[in-house]
Structure formats: C-alpha cells, structure tokens
C-alpha cells in the first residue's frame, strides 16, 4: 500500500508561525485527511515566542498589552473558514497553571521570579515579555501535542538562507543543516526584517564616523549595545513609539534606578548614576497614548456598523480606485465614533442629554462632517471633553510653543498627564469603544488595500499617515510606563523636544543637532549620540535577511511599488507583493506561487500583531486561517499519491 507523505517548511517560528501551524492542525482533517505530514518550523530562536518574544531579554521589559487581551485562539466572534477551536487567553492560562490544571505543566518549572510573577497575574496586568514568552512557549507545545500522530513536527534552530526549487519541490537550506530541507511548500513568517540603512541613514553614519560621533540605526532596542552611552551624557532620540519605551527602561531602570511611589499618584525617580540625559523628539512630540486600564462598560459595540464590507464593496464595485483620506476617511470617522459614543451613551448615561435609541438614529444619519452631526453631538453631549476629538488624538501636542527648552518642558508634561489620565481613569472608557472600533476599520482597509481597491497615489500619502495615527492610538504603552516617563521628565532626565523634530550634524562644531516646530526662537540641543529609536522602516530591497534577498534578485519576489498616472514612481513601500486572499507570494511578474506564501509585516497584507485580543473577529485570527487553508490545499493538489520521503 502506497503512503502519501507532504512536506511544510514554516520559516519563522514565532507566535505568526505557530498561528500557521495551529490553523494547519485545525482544517487538516479537511483538506488532508489522508497520509503523513512532515511541518519544519525554521527559526534561530526558540519555538513559540521567536525573536521578539524570547527568554533572553531583560527581565524589566513589559507587554503593551493586559493578560486579558492577549490570545493565540479562535473563539466564537472569529469569522473564517476553518474549525473554531477555542484556547486560554494569557491570563486564563496564568490561572490555570497557578492552579496545576494544564497538564505535564508545572508552575515550579519557570523558576522563582517567573512563578512569583505568574502568582500575581490578574486580567488587567501587564505581564512581563520573559512571562508572554513562557504562555507562548506553551501554546506551541499544545499545538504540536493536539495533532495526529501522523503529523511530524520538526524544529530546527536555525537561520533559513535560501529558497530554491527542484521540480515541483521547495528546497530550504538552514544553517546547520548539511542538506537543504526537500519540502512541498513553503511559509515565510519571519515578522519584522532588519535592513541595511536608508541613505539618509548611512549619512548620518558616514558623518558620525568623520566626527568621531555615535549613531545607533533604527533597530529591535533589545539588540542595541546602549553600553555606547555613557553615564551623564546627552543623547538625542529620534522616535517616541514602543522602541523609545523601551529605550528608556533600559537606560535608567536598566542601569539601577529606581521609582518610588510619591503618594499623590505620581512617581520619584531615585538614579543610580549610571542613567544619561535624554532629549526626545518626533513628528508628534509625544509618547504614543497610553493602553487603557479599564474594560467597557456597555459591551462591546455592534462592528463594524457603517464601514462595512457591504458597504465598502459598493464603493469599489464602480471599478474607479479609492481615496482613503478623501472618500473613506468620513466612513472610517464615524465608525470609529460610533464605539466612542455607544461606550459613552450607553456606559455613562448620566453625561448625556439623549437617550440611546434617538441617538443612534440620529447618529446613523447624519454625515460625519455635517452641520446635523455636529448640532446632535453638542446637543447630547455637554462636556467637549466627551467629545471624540480625532485632532488631538492624532496630534496632541500641536500648537505649543515655548521660548526654551526649559519653558516647553511643563506644557508638555501636562498634555501627557491628561492623556494618562483619561485612558486609566474608568470615566473615560469611550476612549476604549473607539479602540476596539479602530480595529474593525483597520481590518477593512487591510482587505481595501491588499485587493487594489485603493488608488496607488492614496496608498502613497494617506495610508502611511493612517498607520501612523493607528499606531498612536491602539499600540501604546502600560500606563506605568507613561507614569515612569514623566517622573524622569520631572527628575531633569528626560527632556521633550516637542512636535515637528529636526535633526542634522553641525560640520563645524562636530556634534549631531536636534530642535522642534516648537522651539522656533531656541537655541538647538547639541550632543555626541543620537539613537534613532524605532524599528527599520519595511525594505525587501535593503532586506540582510538572505533568503528573501535572493528571492528578489532572482525575480520569484517583488516590492510593491505605487505608481503615479504617469507611470512614475510615487512610493516603493518595501513590502512583498503577496496575493492578499491566501499570502501566495507573487514573483516579479505577479504571478502567484502555488506552493509560496508569505504572511507578516514585510508583505502588503498588513495585519494588526501576531497575537490578539479575543473576542473581536480578530483579523490576524482570520488570516493565519486563510493562509493555513490555502496552504494545505496547495499540498493536497501537488501530492495526491507521494511516496513516502524520508523527514
């Protein structure tokens, strides 16, 4: 009797891998009912939590996210194709190992600080990345425990180098292997690609190098060597997202500091000596807007109720390409609105001169930017502060200005102050209605943008700002942090540069420069380090990664480039051209791989983190699912009958 047996190589066994690889598990008895199944899971850091995730970082760094949010998991809202099977979030799987519940699982196993920390778990904590790692580290080995025994799963280790093709099989070659892996298809899932310097970049290498000066490139902060920054020396930091939180964990309470509780709600930073002086800047000026600390108190709202996929095909049925800025952005405000102010009418009614129902009808037709919205909402809502205000929250320190550095400090900290407040204080939780209805509309400009529906000069300049305001709103930090960040600001240690940052090196002087929109009239900052405190913009054409850069050369990937009326080139965005339905990796003469796909933030499909929060339809969920289907379908329809082949 003849035994089919295929052949998977997932490269990249991060939590987007082991969401594959879950999915996978799910639609098997499906779509490969019959036969053996060899799965290879490539990545040179360990299974479950890969790079970003991993053990080995600093125990001080923190999730962005509460253990409640956090799931690897389908459950009962996930829209998709494959079998809904259900999973612990983070906390409930917190609790149930405190519980000795999971079986061949013990707590005693993470070790003393682990176990003490996992016993302090609530649902609204912000665990450790060290603790994320062990719950990821878990859902791989639950993963690989509920498949069939005729599924082999392989970890290797290991950094995959290159994809070639023999006849109709994938060859992967990995370090350490002395052969390449012979498989059917092939997943790459690596997550964010680091990339050789822009050229503004590599100037501001070549010029740092001419002046003896130091520039840390945009970069995982994890992987920065900080011990290029000496105690007591000014620093300029470019950048006020995720990496910069980090950035500053690392150089203060990384280097022995420590906050103390003042008693007023505010913290006192006690240095250690060892900390620098960091000025910090961006194109907002600001952190991004702190995670809400509480959970809605109406429910989760109805989404999406008016950027709707009915709707939005309607729009892109006429065949003519979408305006995000100028045509969906109406749709997208009032959506977003729409989970602010059914948090704010129904979960504090006693704020509001209407009641739900005539509000809701009203609310539905009206425009967003008509006179009849604008009179229902000063109607029924009195207090301005209980009005969505998108202009702030996109840019909140816009306006200020200051004479010095010095006088900027105050005004600045004060804005920051409020957004804390308002995103920590339970009277304020239609900021979180208006989160969870950005999600919603983030998923439906993903769909928009990966079928073409956009037009390319749009894609070009609206959704890169569009990214940014998302990222603003939904990926910031604990409120802690934020907290922490202001006490170093009070202490003299942090200094903000306000919105509008600049940054350039003074030929003369032999330093690195740095100055705001909102110190005009001020003498600029001056320092010998500059940190640029982000991630590596997305650029498969800049990509170190050897795989993907020999696909490219060889044609059998390609970035997406946007293209004005002309034929000119507006944008390379630097992501892989994939088939957005399925990730099928599409060569450079868009045509689709049978047995290639690619899914993650290096590839047009933007999909909103590798893991999610649970119950919101969540779009990462669906698309590991679409992506694991289609590629089981394409090892189906290559091997009806293959002969066995050794793993």
């Not at 600093?58 to 996930?78: E, H, K, Q, R």
């Not at 259900?86 to 070790?111: C, N």
């Not at 001419?210 to 620093?235: A, M």
């Not at 170093?488 to 240690?493: D, I, T």
């Amino acid at each position: 009797m003849t035994t089919s047996r295929a052949g998977i190589a997932i490269v990249g066994a991060g939590p987007r891998g082991t969401g594959i690889l879950e999915r996978l598990g799910a639609s098997l008895p499906e779509l490969y009912p019959d036969g053996e199944l060899d799965v290879h899971m490539i990545d040179p850091f360990p299974a479950g939590g890969g790079r970003i995730w991993r053990h080995e970082q600093s125990p001080l760094l923190a999730m962005n996210s509460m253990a409640a949010d956090v799931t690897m998991f389908t459950d009962a809202t996930v829209v998709c194709a494959g079998p809904i099977r259900p999973g612990p979030t983070f906390a409930r799987w917190a609790e149930l190992l405190r519980d000795g519940e999971l079986p061949g699982e013990d707590i005693g196993d993470l070790g003393p600080v682990l176990a003490a920390e996992l016993r302090a778990v609530t649902p609204t904590t912000f665990p450790s990345r060290r603790l994320q790692s062990e719950y990821l580290g878990w859902v791989f080995r639950r993963v690989v425990a509920g498949l069939p025994d005729r599924v082999h799963v392989h970890v290797h280790r290991g950094r995959a180098t290159a994809l070639a093709e023999d006849g109709e099989d994938q060859l992967v070659s990995v370090e350490g292997l002395a052969e390449p892996l012979r498989v059917d298809t092939v997943v790459l899932a690596s997550g964010h690609l680091d990339a050789r310097p822009t050229d503004d970049e590599a100037g501001l290498v070549r010029r740092a190098g001419e002046h003896g000066l130091r520039y840390l490139p945009p970069e995982q902060t994890t992987d920065s060597d900080l011990s290029v920054i000496e105690p007591g020396e000014p620093v300029i930091v470019r950048g006020m997202g995720l990496a910069f939180v980090d950035l500053v964990v690392l150089l203060f309470e990384g280097r022995g500091g420590r906050f103390e509780d003042r008693g007023d709600g505010e913290l006192r930073y006690v240095p250690s000596g060892a900390e620098p002086r960091l000025f910090a800047g961006s194109p907002r000026g600001a952190p991004y807007h702190s995670k809400t600390h509480y959970q809605l108190q109406a429910g989760r709202p109805s989404l999406p109720r008016f950027f709707s996929p009915d709707v939005l095909d309607r729009l892109a049925g006429t065949g003519r390409p979408l305006e995000l800025r100028a045509e969906l952005w109406p749709l997208m405000a009032k959506e977003i609105g729409w989970g602010w102010y059914h948090e704010l009418v129904m979960g504090h009614p006693e704020r509001v001169r209407l009641g739900w129902g005539e509000f809701a009808e009203r609310y539905a037709a009206a425009d967003w930017d008509s006179p009849e919205m604008a009179r229902l909402l000063t109607e029924a809502v009195p207090d301005p502060i209980d009005r969505i205000d998108f202009a702030t929250l996109d840019r909140p320190l816009d306006g200020l200005r200051a004479d010095t550095l010095a006088g900027l400090q105050p005004l600045v900290r004060a804005r920051i102050a409020e957004d804390l407040r308002q995103h920590v204080d339970p009277a304020y939780t239609p900021h979180l209605g208006a989160f969870v209805a950005m999600l919603s509309v983030y998923g439906e400009i993903t769909r928009l943008q990966g079928e073409g529906a956009l037009s390319d000069r749009s894609r070009a300049h609206d959704v890169g700002w569009w990214q940014s305001f998302f990222n603003a709103v939904t990926s910031g930090p604990p409120g802690f942090r934020v907290r922490e960040l202001l006490a170093l600001s009070r202490a003299g240690y942090v200094d903000f540069l306000g919105p509008g940052m600049w940054l350039d090196v003074d030929d003369t002087a032999g330093v690195f420069r740095a100055g705001s929109a909102a110190l005009a009239g001020a003498p600029p900052v001056t320092a010998r380090v500059v940190v640029d405190a982000r991630l590596p913009g997305p650029s498969a054409g800049r990509t170190v990664d050897p795989l993907l850069a020999g696909l490219l050369r060889d044609g059998a990937a390609a970035e997406d480039i946007l293209l004005d009326d002309d034929g000119s080139v507006l944008l390379n965005t630097g992501l892989i051209r994939v088939r957005p339905a399925d990730g099928a990796l599409l060569d450079a003469d868009g045509v689709a791989h049978p047995r290639r796909f690619a899914v993650g933030p290096h590839t047009v499909v933007k999909v909103a983190g590798a893991f999610t929060r649970p119950g919101t339809n969540a779009q990462s969920l669906r698309y590991n699912d679409a992506v694991a289907r289609a590629v089981l379908s394409s090892v189906a329809e290559a091997l009806p009958e293959r002969i066995d082949r050794a793993a």
